[in-house]
């Protein structure tokens, strides 16, 4: 492992660097180290990134194909490649062709979103559990109703509430702020958690909205778990996650008309490439009530 070092002293220059320079979330800086520590552990045979022939490279290819999922093994590839970019970037003279990513292609998979019948189902799920019905249900109001990573539910401050004017300002990745509107019975939702339940939790000063059931910061792993366990309450069948409600959200604003640039804008995506997988989820409600409702379907 000693004659490692310098493999790993590397990836902690690089990691240090998404970190500072580029913002990334301790989620993301934990992937990134999780998959480098493996390739360092893949390159066993050398002691700096110099050294990495073609040979290693193939190595570490057999070592992909190997993998669980094709979408693993491509994640994989990508941090080894974005290490190695950024090394060169910075005077590393790596000797071999940068890893391609193109060989682990993932089929392409639309994301989940739930019809508001059933989204209704889980938000009246979240009422089942009297002490903490108005933390869940403004916590899946919320995710709904604004369409919130789970990420920015978790840290999301009092400070970035305006009740007054109807908004949220939210801290996305990279530090990016967005404002999203709050819907008049998401608001409701917000205005009576934060008056009377919030503070029956609280044990002591805490800036952000949502609190556990010991006053403390509410982790990812719980809210996992309060939407599951609505969903379960409101007899929806299926995985309900964060990522199923933010979903919804996109959905049923396109749905209703809204402009993909205006979606893209409130779902923080730095492209709109990612915002327009979106529009085929609505696409395809659209085809399937005309097949059904058309003579000739």
């Known amino acids: 492992m000693e004659a490692q070092n310098a493999l790993i002293e590397s990836v902690e220059w690089f990691l240090d660097h998404l970190k500072v320079e580029k913002g990334a979330s301790p989620h993301t800086l934990e992937a990134y180290s999780r998959d480098l520590t493996e390739a360092v ?11 990495l022939t073609v040979e290693l490279m193939l190595r570490w290819d057999s070592h992909l194909a190997g ?13 080894l490649r974005s290490l190695l970019k950024f090394l060169k970037r910075n005077g590393v003279a790596i000797q071999v062709d940068l890893p391609s ?31 903490l019905a108005s933390r ?27 009740l007054e004017t109807g908004v949220l300002r939210v801290t996305g990745k990279r530090g990016k702020m967005r404002v999203v509107p709050l819907p008049s019975e998401t608001a409701e939702s917000l205005a009576e958690w934060l008056r009377a339940g ?10 952000l909205v949502f609190v556990s059931a010991q006053g403390t910061e509410l982790s990812r792993q719980a809210v996992y778990g309060i939407i599951a366990a609505a969903a379960s309450a409101g007899g929806v069948t299926g995985h ?40 085929e989820l609505a696409d395809d409600e659209i085809k399937n009530r005309y097949l059904a409702a058309h003579p000739r379907g």
Not at 41 to 51: H, N
Not at 67 to 79: G, I, L, P, V
């Open 41 to 51: 552990a893949c390159f066993e045979d050398i002691r700096s990134w110099e050294s």
């Open 67 to 79: 993998q669980k999922s094709a979408r693993t093994a491509q994640r994989k590839a990508s941090s």
């Open 101 to 131: 990513t193109g060989g682990f292609r993932t089929p392409k998979r639309l994301p989940k979103a739930l019809p508001f019948a059933v989204v209704r189902d889980v938000l009246a799920g979240a009422e089942t559990d009297s002490r």
């Open 136 to 162: 869940n249900l403004c916590l899946l109001e919320i995710l709904f109703g604004c369409g919130l990573r789970v990420s920015e539910v978790v840290s999301l401050r009092t400070s970035e509430v305006d």
């Open 198 to 207: 919030r503070t029956q939790l609280l044990k002591g000063p805490s800036g």
């Open 240 to 279: 309900v996650g964060p990522h199923t409600m933010r979903h919804s959200y996109a959905v049923s604003l396109l749905k209703g008309g809204a402009d993909l640039r205006a979606v893209q804008e409130l779902l923080g995506h730095e492209s709109v490439a990612t915002t327009q997988v979106y529009t």
